[in-house]
């Protein structure tokens, strides 16, 4: 396996309480590097049927395939979460436990080269899958002012979203924008703060890979392969996220296991700083759950944020 430095999985043991020895069938529909996966593998080694691991990032995957080898339960699937549903009914399963870790893994930060840092000079990428779609550097070369406002304001609120959009359109008339730094150095014109920056590389990361209508369709598709008392929880790290997954509430036969987010513990958050803003939700589902119920309630949502206007 390929020299990884594996991080501990945000509020760990938070989920793994939230689970039990009757659960045989797992959906980890974020895997990453395998973090999560590999614990819940290990505890309920003896009681799990299949854990199906899914991750559109293929690298990510093929480390947590290797990390994962020692299970014969896992299954890894290079796919988006939105195919969970589709994945399982082809295998004929229903899922007793479903996990959406909604993080950057520290991997993909440090590691993968294609641009979600901010403080590293790199391509302009942010694809979790560089084979689908466009990367940020040709979105940014061809995207309208007025539609490039709309994606700082809707994914980063960030503050003057259309002043900025104008500037970053004016400025690639006159020098490339490919790499981060060459981003970085024109946001730093306007005086944004590193907090600010962050923002606007947030939104350009959540529109370039969908993330946003691919929660929504996700969310609906897994519920629809969800056991009857079955639980599927969220750890979300930003409140446009979280403001979807607190919808789940609001569904016929969706219950919340708490009333308030579960959050880490100060001994976690000194550890992992990234941890920080991290938030676990869960709901059981009850017998008055109707499928079709999850379409109408997050299509109200679906149109409160803009699209990819590109693909390749």
Known sequence: MMAIKFHKPVLLEEVLNLMNDNMEVIVDATCGNGGHSYKIAYTYKDSIKALYCFDKDPTSLQIAKERLLEFDFVRCINKSYVEVGSVLKKNKKRADFILFDLGLSMWQITSSQRGFSFKSDEILDMRYNPENGLPVYLILQRINPIDLAKVFKAYGDVKGARKLANVIVRERKRTKIKTTFDLVGILKTQYLSEK?????????????????????????????????????????????????????????????????????????????????????????????????????????????FPSPFFSA
């Open 196 to 304: 600010e920056i962050q923002k606007v590389f947030m939104s350009l990361r959540i529109y370039v890979n969908n993330e946003l209508q691919e929660l929504i369709t996700g969310i609906t598709r897994a519920l629809n392969v969800l056991n009857n008392n079955g639980i599927i929880a969220f750890i979300t790290y930003h409140s446009i996220e979280d403001r979807i997954v607190k919808r789940i509430s609001n569904i016929q036969g969706m219950v919340k296991i708490k009333p308030y987010p579960i959050k880490p513990k100060e001994d976690e958050i000194k550890q992992n700083k990234s941890a920080r803003s991290a938030k676990l939700r869960a709901f059981i589902k009850g017998g008055d759950y109707v499928e079709e119920t999850p379409y109408t309630l997050f299509n109200t949502m679906a149109f409160d």
